[in-house]
Nanobody, 124 residues
Framework: QVQLVESGGGLVQAGGSLRLSCAASGRTVSNYAMGWFRQAPGKEREFVAAMRGSGDSTAYTDSVKGRFTISRDNAKNTVYLQMNSLKPEDTAVYYC?????????????????WGQGTQVTVSS
């Protein structure tokens, strides 16, 4: 069973940047697809970004393309989400997720393990 712990959230002004980290333990996730999702108050959890186990394929939701970058360091068993040009509408709890398949998916039900989430708040 893999455990995931997110960090790096916080309060930032619009236009600023944050880098989220997701540290995995219990299993090596180098062959797992890893994803980031977010949930704003009163809204459903939505897909943000995902990366194939090998790191050679990524997917992003349209609203973050060109602003967010997902990456991974398999030596550290860690996945990152670099968020630039942040907007107030990016405010949400951000969750890291692991899928035991290496194939990228945008569907939350495909993911087998979740972190506890980290709050990102972007002020206008």
């Amino acid at each position: 069973q893999v455990q995931l712990v997110e960090s790096g959230g916080g309060l930032v002004q619009a236009g600023g940047s944050l880098r989220l980290s997701c540290a995995a333990s219990g299993r090596t996730v180098s062959n797992y697809a890893m994803g980031w999702f977010r949930q704003a108050p009163g809204k459903e959890r939505e897909f943000v970004a995902a990366m194939r186990g090998s790191g050679d394929s990524t997917a992003y939701t349209d609203s973050v393309k060109g602003r967010f970058t997902i990456s991974r360091d398999n030596a550290k068993n860690t996945v990152y989400l670099q968020m630039n040009s942040l907007k107030p509408e990016d405010t949400a709890v951000y969750y890291c997720a692991a899928r035991t398949s290496p194939i990228v998916s945008r569907a939350s039900f495909h993911y087998d393990a979740w972190g506890q989430g980290t709050q990102v708040t972007v002020s206008s």
